[in-house]
């Protein structure tokens, strides 16, 4: 069995299990701005399923309103501050914070922090080719925070030939407004998708718990049209053994996993990896894969194109409202596993 590769950048094909080590990714930035782009997974790698793509920089001016026909974009903070727009609402992201921006829904979002830190799902995988179109390659440690050249030079041409060539329709009417408070509609999932999409407050929303794992959904398939969803899993390996641990094959959904805390280690085609603090983890469809927390405490956010892992530790769980992992694992029904295959389409290994 072969070690599963540690890369700078993602392979570009889709057979491939890879982990990708903190703050590396094909590195793009956007001139005159004030970030990097790390593309993480590309639509290679998914066959055009998803793209995931991770965001760090400073300060910086808002992107300017517009809005796609077919792409669902997602923003999740992990560092620092966002502000996210989403037609007539807009609120300012924290560490944990999420929002949602389906297709045609007019949006924008702007860096407000000393050093912010991202990461986005593009639904379809393929889009993140608009960076590399308007986007040069870039190296260094974290990002740009000097580039005085004239954007009406070396980046307003590549935006203008960009809405033509990509899925980008810029909205320049529309008038700006300030982030809003925080109001309370952003501490449950919809349950629909629907212009306009989400706010969810950093721990906020169900969970369910599944022996030692919690598991809190951030965007279910009911919130993207079946088109993906994504979840935040905790554990400890204080709880080994004792939630789902089997292998797992998934014949059409890939996975994309984000350590934030801790250590998690992964089973993956028969090999081992652990991956710690803000590494990123890929298992292609087809893989038999498990994973479990290595370290006392560990938490990580999973990606997938359909329900995926996330989706059957929900449907295997129960209710859960406590704000960390158990102390004592959660009784589950393994026996429901067989029942959730076919609508899944994953296979016990």
Known sequence: MAPIEHLTAPPGKSDLAYVLPCYTGELWTIPTSNSTMRLLVTGKETDNAFAVVGTGGTFDKPIGFHYHKEAHDVFLCLKGKINVWANDKARSLGPGDFASVPPGTIHQYQIDSAHTEFIGLIIPGGWEEFFRFIGEPYVGPLFPTNDR??????????????????????????????????????????????????YLKEGMGEKWAVGGTVVRPLATRKESNGRFSIYSLEGSSLQAGKSLTKPMEFKETHHAMYTVDGVVRLFIDGSEVR??????????????????????????????????????????????????????????????????ESELRFAVI
Request: glycine share 10%; aromatic share 12%; hydrophobic share 40%.
């Open 149 to 198: 050249r004239n954007p009406f030079e070396v980046l307003i041409p590549k935006l203008m030939a960009a809405t033509e060539k990509f899925d980008m329709i810029p909205v320049r009417e529309k008038a700006q407004f300030d982030p809003q408070p925080w109001d309370g509609t952003e501490n449950t999932l919809p349950g629909v998708c629907e212009n306009g999409g989400y």
């Open 275 to 340: 991956t710690t603090v803000g590494e990123t983890t890929f298992v292609p469809a087809g893989a038999k894969w498990s994973f479990e927390a290595e370290s006392v405490y560990a938490r990580a956010y999973v990606f997938a194109n359909g329900g995926g892992i996330g989706e059957i530790l929900q449907s295997l769980g129960s209710k859960y409202e406590f704000p960390s992992v158990p102390p004592d694992a959660v009784a589950w029904d393994e026996s429901k596993l067989k029942a959730l």
